[in-house]
């Protein structure tokens, strides 16, 4: 089983993270960010990766550290869980309609910290969470896992809508990426023979 735990702990944030890639989507999340939470567990549920994850941050200053942190947390914990890469399909990508709204992703499982991020949202905040704080959350995911991350929504009204539709889509991808190949169960998908650097 592809499995990791992590305990991350810094004056800011204290965090615990269990994974395991080769799960059925089952999650126990609690950052005490309600819509945070709300987003990871669709990470879960449409990834198949059970994710259990519990935070607890300097809240009573803001939401950027929690946020920052459970997906640096998170990307590690993954980045572990997969070890050499050996025989997954590496690459992945996904659409995910949402009512008005359809956003894309696309995974490279590299080696090498990338994001993209094309999405815009029309207000600053849903419920008491600040919509800049999604694209920090996916930069620090990607960084901290180790992967090439592409998003972008290519139309959409309802900022919920989008938001969640990349949340999805970013899920389904990393199903993708991460499914070990039959017919190169035993090699790492690189002609450098090593996932990490230029591979």
């Known amino acids: 089983m592809r499995t990791a735990s992590l305990h991350r702990k810094t004056n800011e944030t204290d965090i615990a993270v269990e994974i ?7 999650y126990s999340i609690a950052t005490g960010i309600g ?45 572990r869980a997969l070890g050499d890469r050996r025989g997954i399909a590496r690459f992945g990508h996904a659409y995910a309609p949402m009512d008005e709204c359809l956003t894309r992703a696309a995974i490279d499982v590299s ?40 998003v972008e929504n290519l139309y959409g009204r309802n900022n919920h809508h989008i938001v969640e539709s990349s949340f999805k889509a970013a899920a ?11 017919r190169k169960a035993d090699a790492i998908p690189s002609t450098k023979g090593t996932l990490g650097g230029h591979a």
């Open 20 to 26: 395991n890639l080769d799960g059925s989507g089952s």
């Open 35 to 79: 819509f945070l939470d709300h987003m990871l567990e669709q990470l879960s549920r449409h990834s198949l990766i059970d994710i259990h994850l519990t935070a607890s941050g300097d809240l009573h200053i803001d939401q950027h550290h929690t946020t920052e942190d459970s997906a640096i947390a998170l990307g590690e914990a993954f980045g």
């Open 111 to 150: 080696g090498r910290p990338f994001c993209v991020w094309r999405v815009q949202f029309s207000q600053a905040k849903l419920g008491d969470f600040d919509t800049e704080l999604f694209e920090h959350w996916f930069h620090s995911f990607a960084q901290g896992a180790g992967i090439t991350l592409h």
């Open 172 to 182: 389904r991808a990393l199903r993708a990426a991460i499914e070990i190949d039959p």
